[in-house]
């Protein structure tokens, strides 16, 4: 399958470094960069606005958007903001702040935001306050919920825990597996659940692809050893692909996802990928790089 670049954002309107996270929602693309801004493209990165979050001297390290429309934008300063209508305005509110370690990943569930940190803390918040949290005593490097499960990536383990008393702020883990950050669900919906679950192998370069129903122990569907020939940073799934990418500046392409994972495309982008969302479709992917651009890639 051939694959190119289709759109690049401009010279002029790009990140002044890292671009550290993308977010595609309702025809609309985030970009969160290393420059402390977010900015918010059309689906041929025109550039619609730009938002100054945090400041030049401060990083974006996380960013979600909720169902209804509602930007959270994580900091290297440890604040966590809110911005009501990102598209129409700058206007934010400062939800959270520590002084301990800043939040480094965000997963939007429905109208729920859930947050991990550097010193091991998953942070549930509703209405902008937040309402739970648990201590899951490692770092969290990735992070995704599905009803009441939490699926987070420690050092080098996929946790999967189940909130079993949230007023009493509890879980139980029910299963841990070998696995390095990045993490998604992915594939088809099965009874309201994602299908798979993705992480890195503990190299960082592989893929290991995993049956996401704890009644079947999590059992392994694919894996792939090095995968890449250097570290994976990114990775976004949907029903029907996966794309990966990272420090060797080349996007994959992978389908067959429930089967063997057979790679379809691939596409060097010329500089280090730190993040990836799909498009509008399973052949679309947006690209975040180290060169603070943003691209859209086609396979077909």
């Given at each position: 399958m051939s694959a190119r670049v289709e759109f690049i954002c401009k010279d002029e309107e790009k990140h002044k470094s890292d671009v550290a996270c993308l977010a595609f929602i309702d025809g609309h693309l985030?970009?969160?960069?290393?420059?402390?801004?977010?900015?918010?493209?059309?689906?041929?990165?025109?550039?619609?606005?730009?938002?100054?979050?945090?400041?030049?001297?401060?990083?974006?390290?996380?960013?979600c958007v909720d169902v209804m429309g509602r930007l959270y934008v994580a900091g290297s300063?440890?604040?966590?903001?809110?911005?009501?209508?990102?598209?129409?305005?700058?206007?934010?509110k400062e939800i959270y702040s520590s002084q301990e370690?800043?939040?480094?990943?965000?997963?939007?569930h429905g109208e729920s935001v859930w947050a991990g940190d550097?010193?091991?803390?998953?942070?549930?918040?509703?209405?902008?306050?937040?309402?739970?949290?648990?201590?899951?005593?490692?770092?969290?490097?990735?992070?995704?919920?599905?009803?009441?499960l939490v699926y987070t990536i420690r050092e080098s383990d996929l946790v999967v825990s189940e909130i079993v008393q949230s007023d009493r702020n509890l879980y139980k883990v029910k299963q841990v597996i070998p696995g390095k950050s990045p993490m998604k669900l992915f594939g088809p919906w099965i009874?309201?659940?994602?299908?798979?679950?993705?992480?890195?192998?503990?190299?960082?370069?592989?893929?290991?692809?995993?049956?996401?129903?704890?009644?079947?122990?999590?059992?392994k569907v694919w894996h792939k050893d090095n995968a890449h020939d250097l570290i994976i940073n990114a990775m976004s799934g949907n029903e029907k692909t996966l794309f990966t990418a990272g420090y060797d500046g080349i996007v994959k392409m992978w389908t067959d996802i429930m089967d063997t994972g057979k790679l379809s495309g691939e596409l060097n982008i010329g500089s280090c990928v730190n993040s990836l969302c799909h498009g509008p479709n399973d052949h679309t992917v947006f690209v975040g790089t180290s060169d603070g651009k943003v691209r859209k890639a086609l396979f077909a």
């Open positions: 985030y970009s969160g960069g290393q420059d402390g801004t977010v900015k918010i493209w059309d689906i041929d990165l025109k550039l619609k606005r730009s938002i100054n979050v945090f400041g030049a001297d401060k990083y974006v390290y996380a960013l300063d440890g604040v966590l903001k809110c911005l009501p209508s990102p598209l129409s305005s700058d206007n934010s370690w800043p939040i480094q990943t965000l997963y939007c550097g010193l091991g803390v998953l942070m549930l918040f509703q209405h902008n306050e937040r309402v739970h949290h648990y201590k899951m005593i490692e770092e969290i490097k990735s992070l995704a919920v599905e009803g009441d009874n309201a659940k994602r299908s798979l679950v993705v992480t890195a192998t503990r190299d960082g370069k592989g893929l290991n692809v995993l049956n996401n129903c704890p009644h079947r122990e999590f059992v």
